[in-house]
């Protein structure tokens, strides 16, 4: 079968497209024929080496397709059907192996494998966000840095379900345009103004969370862009890692400062199915409005890393694998 891997860390040029083994179902396990798979930030990290990796490296952290093998005491599966799973480095192939409890059966004909795929990790990682990390109410002000993006849209979308007010932020007009589109009360151009004295314009005392997935260059903004007793929910590293913090610069408004990952809120089986059913409803019903902004074939999956470090995309990337 054929694969992405690289052989040591760097940019997106080490991302070759190789011929591998197919990987073989063990007991509680399925192997799934990939049709797509997602493309996030973090397989940047682990491409350039900010997450550490073993080597050889391979990546990918979510697919969708259809199960092609079936492990011993699998009972909840069979071969043909159409699954939906968080994979572990190793979406960008032809075949993955994974957990049986982790596959799940969905209906293309409900929601295509495309929508399904580009809102699989960026879905549970919204929904986790604005329910578990701070758990937003209605008429509470939001901010989303980069609400353009991905996981920014969803962000905003859910927000607004929950009848929240939501700020966002963008780098140009026509990013505004989207995240309006998604529903956002307000839209600051980060590269026109500043994004605290704006927010504070628009609410004097500040907001009650901000949902912050740039990182190092909005990391201070973010902070000064909150009320007293405000929550920051750090989530990602766009820009580069955050530097080290001051706890103290957190007293004077009493600030409450986290660092979830997606991983840490779906350590159960109820729990993963429990967000992404909320998730797959939210799409179903017509609340949650899924992007794909660009499709690339496997071996252009070099380029896909190029086009998202360089944040020439809105929406949600996939790969398409033949």
Not at 61 to 80: D, F, P, R
Not at 120 to 141: C, E, I, P
Not at 287 to 311: G, M, N, P, S, W
Request: neutral net charge; aromatic residues 8%.
């Amino acid at each position: 079968m054929q694969a992405i891997r690289f052989e040591q860390t760097g940019g997106p040029e080490v991302l070759k497209l190789v011929d591998v083994p197919r990987p073989s179902a063990g007991p509680g396990q399925v192997v799934v024929r990939n049709h797509f798979a997602g493309v996030n930030f973090i397989d940047t990290y682990f491409r350039s080496g900010v997450y550490p990796t073993n080597l050889p490296g391979t990546l990918g952290q979510e697919a969708t397709g259809e199960v092609a093998e079936i492990g011993s005491g699998v009972s909840n599966l069979k071969v043909g059907d159409h699954v939906a799973y968080l994979g572990n480095q190793d979406t960008y192939a032809q075949y993955s192996v994974t957990l049986a409890s982790r596959a799940t059966k969905f209906d293309p004909q409900e929601i295509s494998m495309e929508c399904v795929a580009a809102v699989l990790l960026q879905g549970l990682t919204a929904h986790t966000l604005v329910t578990r990390s701070y758990k937003v109410q209605s008429n509470d002000w939001v901010l989303v840095q980069a609400g353009a993006g991905g996981t920014g849209r969803l962000l905003i979308q859910i927000c607004k379900h929950l009848g929240a007010r939501v700020i966002a932020t963008t780098s140009n007009e026509a990013k505004a345009e989207i995240a309006r589109q998604a529903g956002a009360d307000h839209v600051i151009n980060y590269n026109e103004e500043s994004v605290p004295d704006a927010v504070h314009r628009i609410v004097s005392e500040g907001v009650h969370v901000v949902y912050d997935g740039v990182g190092k260059d909005t990391f201070a903004g973010s902070i000064a862009a909150l009320r007293r007793e405000g929550s920051m929910v750090s989530f990602g590293n766009a820009s580069g890692t955050v530097p080290p913090v001051r706890l103290f610069d957190l007293t004077e408004k009493n600030l409450c400062l986290l660092r979830p990952k997606l991983y840490g809120y779906i350590v159960t089986d109820d729990e993963y199915q429990r967000h992404l059913n909320a998730v797959f409803d939210l799409v179903k019903c017509g609340k949650l409005d899924v992007q794909v902004f660009k499709t690339y074939e496997l071996k252009d999956a070099a380029q896909a890393h190029i086009d998202l470090e360089a944040r020439k995309t809105t929406g949600k990337l996939l790969i398409y694998i033949p």
